[in-house]
């Protein structure tokens, strides 16, 4: 059945959307439903927040493209699909800046064509502005250059704005009002995550977020909820959830970091939250925070593959194919639960991250630890959204597309838990490094570094231990381990897509991957390269080969770690991993673009509702799954009468 429903629901331009469903969650205590919904109701709560932090008039262009869309009777059809098409695009990306390019993208209708069309909206009912009498036209003043120039506003985050430019000055987002970097010489923020910062006639003026302070009104009810949720979370949660509160209400550096502390020992927790101003990604100094909020439950049984791939890294440890010398005693796994998300707003939504290791605060980690998630249902949600048709284009055999799309999704899980449960950790480095390879390595370290882990994470999804230990089952083992070397071996020809300009691969983990992949094409009889229609294909032949080969490139990357050989490292990657062929890249470019291929997804979150008795008292919390983003964007925006009543806590 699982098999049969619907994950990929529209495409939006280059954007997929596509449904995350939560499977655990009807089996979860009533407790933990309740304290799931009190929770659900604090992340949706702080939705505005992001907006308003993303660009200034986000807001008041969201409420303009809402009213249109639902007072539209008579609009002029193709004018409406544009503004449709341009709302769609807005809450994908929380409003009108691309995620991936952090540009502005604008309405291809008129202005007239627009103006029309929202004073037909007017009559049907819509208002438009905040308390605005002077007529459509300049109620609409202050978003139209939003809405149609490009060149006002164009980047929401500009860290390279060029000749000797002001990055502040250049992002368009609303974390700063008339500030640029010189302004800051020698003034310290007393609230550096968690405030806007205003120039005016007096100086520099620090917005805190907090109760009182900007965004009152959103935080006031995000507290509401989270204060509704401490009843039902187990000791742990709820410290962690009254420091959160109290930092909510203080806005103080102290608190911030009471509050993280009280998180991060919050380590067994069935139902955990993230809540607060956590990222600085948007900021172009990388010091405020944008507002972002999950919920989500432990999925036991992926957490407990971890825990046992985590409680045999020692066996792992003495079994790795490389040079007794370079073995540790006394290894660890690493331990990350994955979750399932029941909501994610404001950063983290639609646009969602797959794993999230938090606190960010380095002085909390190195005492206090962190904590490591993954976000299970994202990640099946992004493997089954997939076309069938992309698998196909790049598989030499039905049965090899087949096997991708029965299997890739257990297997990229499985070779992540063992990159990163295993992997990172394992291998000793010789003395004279005095633990610091990076150090000897320089910047071909990150790049070693990830193959080593992915090489590892090869080598042991063929293992027969896997099976002993029950995380794979065996009749099922062949297939998962084919369908993880033939798509490995793919992606390093389809990776290519992303690099359009130029003929080297920069980034780390394409780095890694295009090496290991091309290694074994010279140095093994495990890949052969085919043509077909003018058409190439990376194709694994034999699964043996390829783990042996794997085993040998181990060997060969432990032992460069352990010595820090750096120019055997440049050598490696300069051979196999940099450098590519413009031709096939074009080849490559030319197959997805035909294929009309999305280049990032938005997710539908799943839809909670409490069931009350006579006496108000929550007796269930049922889930749902709308199948449909405009409907859930508009309920979200409380233009939907489904909203369940806000008056309840
Ligand atoms: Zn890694």
Request: aromatic share 10%.
């Amino acid at each position: 059945m699982a098999s049969e429903r619907r994950y990929l629901l529209e495409r939006v331009d280059d954007a997929a959307v596509a449904q995350v469903y939560a499977d655990g969650f009807d089996e979860l205590p009533l407790e933990q439903k309740i304290l799931i919904w009190h929770l659900y109701k604090a992340a949706l709560a702080g939705r505005d927040i992001y907006y308003d932090q993303r660009h200034a008039l986000n807001l008041e262009i969201r409420n303009v493209v809402e009213e249109i869309l639902t007072n539209a009777a008579g609009i002029d059809p193709g004018v409406l699909a544009e503004i449709t098409r341009y709302t769609k695009l807005l809450w994908i990306n929380s409003g009108p800046y691309n995620n991936l390019t952090a540009r502005k993208f604008v309405l291809k209708c008129t202005r007239e064509q627009f103006i029309a069309a929202a004073k037909r909206a007017e009559q049907n009912g819509a208002t438009f502005g905040y308390a605005c009498n002077a007529g459509v036209e300049v109620c609409l003043d202050r978003v139209m250059p939003m809405l149609f120039d490009p060149n006002v506003d164009p980047v929401v985050t500009n860290k390279t704005p060029g000749d000797g430019k002001d990055i502040l000055q250049a992002s368009a987002n609303n974390f700063y009002v008339g500030v640029s970097m010189g302004d800051l010489d020698g003034f310290s923020e007393r609230y550096p995550l968690n405030s806007r910062l205003l120039k005016n006639g007096d100086g520099l003026v620090e917005e805190v977020y907090r109760i009182g302070g900007k965004y009152d009104r959103e935080i006031r009810e995000i507290v509401t909820h989270l204060n509704a949720a401490i009843p039902y979370a187990p000791e742990p949660t709820a410290e962690a959830l009254k420091a959160l509160v109290r930092f909510y209400e203080t806005g103080e550096e102290a608190d911030r970091v009471a509050y993280d502390i009280a998180w991060v020992k919050d380590k067994d927790a069935p139902v955990d939250t993230i809540n607060g101003f956590v990222e600085v990604y948007m900021d172009a100094r990388g010091i405020k925070g944008a507002w972002e909020s999950l919920v989500y439950y432990v999925n036991r049984h992926k957490t407990e593959n971890i825990r046992t791939i985590a409680a045999n890294a020692q066996w792992f440890e003495d079994h790795m194919p490389w040079d007794p010398a370079y073995r540790k005693q006394g290894v660890h796994g690493v331990t990350a639960n994955a979750i399932d998300v029941v909501i994610e707003c404001g950063e983290s939504a639609p646009v969602t991250p797959v794993g999230i290791n938090l606190p960010n605060d380095q002085a909390i980690r190195e005492v206090h630890g962190s904590k490591s998630v993954s976000l299970s249902n994202v990640n099946e949600a992004y493997d089954k959204s997939t076309q069938p048709e992309f698998r196909r284009e790049f598989a030499w055999t039905p049965e090899e597309a087949a096997r991708a799309e029965k299997w890739s999704a257990v297997a990229s899980e499985l070779t992540t838990d063992l990159h990163e449960v295993i992997g990172h950790g394992s291998g000793k480095v010789a003395e004279r490094l005095k633990g610091s390879p990076q150090n000897f390595l320089k910047e071909q370290y990150s790049a070693l570094e990830e193959a080593r882990a992915d090489l590892i994470a090869l080598y042991f999804i063929a293992d027969p231990k896997l099976v002993e230990l029950g995380i794979v089952p065996a009749e099922d083992h062949e297939a998962i381990v084919l369908a993880e070397f033939e798509g490995y071996t793919r992606n390093a020809l389809v990776q290519l897509r992303r690099i359009r300009e130029g003929t080297q691969i920069e980034e780390d983990h394409m780095r890694n991957r295009q090496m290991i992949v091309r290694w074994l094409m010279a140095n093994s009889k495990a890949i052969e390269v085919r043509n077909r229609d003018e058409k190439t294909y990376y194709v694994m032949v034999d699964a043996q080969a390829f783990r042996e080969g794997v085993g040998r490139l181990l060997g060969e990357v432990q032992r460069i770690k352990s010595e820090g050989e750096y120019e055997a490292a440049k050598v490696l990657f300069e051979t196999y991993g940099v450098h590519f062929d413009a031709a096939l890249r074009d080849e490559v470019v030319g197959r997805v673009e035909r294929l009309n291929m999305p280049s990032y997804t938005g997710f539908v979150q799943p839809r909670l509702e409490a069931v009350y008795d006579a006496n108000e008292a929550i007796t269930d919390v049922t889930i749902g799954y709308p199948m449909d983003l405009m409907a859930q964007m508009l309920e979200y925006s409380g233009r939907l009468s489904a909203v369940s009543e806000p008056t309840r806590t």
